[in-house]
Each structure stands twice: as structure tokens, then as C-alpha cells.
């Protein structure tokens, strides 16, 4: 096999403080022996988990963990933007994760007027080359976007404005993203672009992510989690051999880490990981 690239993790803030110990003295504390590049926190729709984001970064960076916030401009103005900014450099951050984010329903038809571009764009030039900036791409194509074409251009606009890398949405469909690498590469889009892996553990959760973020389930692999959804070991045992082997195809490509959606759980991610070597 390829060298073995770095692995990454992402987490979901916790409600409280007792959830964030749990979360770094448990599960980070689990899956830091793998020694991870970083671990990324996400930022809840319209900024609704700010201060938990905030503070599950800051705890892991005590920890002795990188640790890289998302970040989404949202409702926020720009003012309160740059205080974020401002106050990530002062926590010793130096990694982002810029996104479009989630808004909360019913806030108009304007609702996504500052993308990601123009938050990197807005970072790059409050905060120069402080942050390592991270963005999302979307192998299967964003399910927003009109098409295809429309997809990729999109992706090259949040380049051009200054990324750094790219974690793309989870997929099951290797030649997606191999074909999707190879769109970028026609498109002179340069930058690492790093495949975003979804543990199986559970049919009813797959299909709910998947089905709010475009992600597609092969028909086959739906089909057999079916047979085993009454049996909850039997699902992680076949999870864990499917995303063994779909990091192997990713590693065969020589891909420049991979990123783990975790949940807040270490077990199956760990397995798969141990898979690898």
C-alpha cells in the first residue's frame, strides 16, 4: 500500500462542560494516540453553537490537541466576524474551517448572501496568512448547486480567495471522487483536496446525514445495511471492513490526508484506522 497520510477528526461541540470533559479526556484522548494532524468543531446552524465551538476548541487546544473551529459568517455582521477572528489568534489558533454553514429556517431567500467565499475572502484580508484555511468541496456535487459545472466554479472562487486545502463532503463512491479530482486539475485547482470519511455504524442516521447534505448511498451497500438493521454489531463489523477498504482505494491515490466525521465516538473510526495501519 501508499504511504499513509494524516488523519484528521471532526467533532460536534458538546451542550455543556461536563460533555466537553467527557469529549477530551474520552474520546480524544482515544483517538490522540493515532496522533491526528487536527481536530476540527463544528458551528451549529446561524452560529447556534458559537460559544460551545469556542470553548470545546480552547479545551482541546489545553489538551495539547490542534484543534481547528469551523467558522460560517451567517447572520453575524462583519465587525463581530473579525472579534471572532481576532480572538481565535489570541487562543493560538491557526486553523479554520471556513464554510457557507447551515442557516435556521425561515430567514428569507437571502439567507446564504455571505458564502464561504466572501468569508475567506473577509479573513484573508482582516488576518492575512494567520489561519490555515480549510474549505469544504462536494465530490458528489453540493446539493444546491445547479449543476455540476456550476458546483466546480464555485469551488475554484473559494480557492482563488485564499484557501489552503479542501476536506469535501463523505461519499462510498471512489471514482466520484477520483473524477472529481480530475474536474479540479482541468480547472488548474491546485490545492490538496482531502476526502471526508463516514463511518457506518447505523442505517437510520446514514440515511438522515446523507439525505440532508447530497451524499449518495450505493444502492447495494443501502440494500445489505437493510438485511443488517436489526443487528447492531453485525452493521459496525461491516461498516468498519467497507470504510477499510474505500481508505485503502483512497490511499492508493495517493490523497493528502483523510478526515473523519467521528460523531463524538472513537470506536469504529479507530478500528478502521488500525485497518490501515
Not at 481547528?68 to 453575524?76: I, T, Y
Not at 471522487?177 to 480530475?182: A, D, R, T
Not at 483536496?193 to 447505523?202: D, F, K, L, R, S
Not at 467497507?242 to 479507530?270: D, K
Amino acid at each position: 500500500m501508499s504511504r499513509l497520510p494524516p488523519v484528521s477528526f471532526e467533532f460536534f461541540p458538546p451542550r455543556d462542560a461536563e460533555g466537553r470533559a467527557r469529549l477530551i479526556n474520552n474520546v480524544a484522548a482515544k483517538l490522540g494516540v493515532l496522533n491526528p494532524h487536527f481536530f476540527s468543531v463544528t458551528y451549529g446552524a446561524g452560529g447556534s453553537t458559537r460559544d460551545g465551538t469556542r470553548q470545546t476548541v480552547v479545551d482541546l487546544k489545553a489538551a495539547g490537541f490542534d484543534a481547528a473551529p469551523h467558522l460560517s459568517m451567517g447572520n453575524d455582521d462583519i465587525p463581530a466576524v473579525k472579534q471572532t477572528l481576532d480572538d481565535y489568534a489570541a487562543q493560538g489558533i491557526n486553523r479554520i474551517v471556513a464554510l457557507r454553514g447551515d442557516q435556521p429556517s425561515g430567514v428569507g431567500s437571502n439567507r446564504f448572501a455571505n458564502n464561504a467565499q466572501a468569508l475567506v475572502e473577509l479573513i484573508r484580508e482582516h488576518s492575512g496568512k494567520q489561519f490555515h484555511l480549510e474549505v469544504a468541496a462536494y465530490p458528489e456535487t453540493h446539493p444546491d448547486a445547479k449543476s455540476a459545472a456550476a458546483d466546480l466554479d464555485h469551488f475554484k472562487r473559494k480557492v482563488d480567495a485564499g484557501a489552503d486545502s479542501a476536506i469535501t463532503q463523505y461519499f462510498y463512491n471512489v471514482d466520484a471522487f477520483e473524477n472529481f479530482l480530475n474536474r479540479c486539475a482541468q480547472a488548474n485547482i491546485s490545492l490538496p483536496i482531502i476526502p471526508g470519511i463516514m463511518p457506518i455504524t447505523n442505517l437510520a442516521s446514514l440515511v438522515r446525514f446523507s439525505d440532508k447534505c447530497g451524499a449518495d448511498i450505493p444502492r447495494w451497500l443501502r440494500y445489505v445495511l437493510i438485511d443488517l438493521e436489526n443487528d447492531e454489531q453485525a452493521t459496525i463489523e461491516f461498516g468498519v471492513e467497507v470504510m477499510t477498504r474505500v481508505c485503502e482505494q483512497l490511499i492508493s491515490l495517493g490523497v493528502p490526508g483523510l478526515h473523519f466525521y467521528t460523531l463524538n465516538r472513537w470506536g469504529a473510526t479507530t478500528r478502521i484506522c488500525e485497518n490501515l495501519g
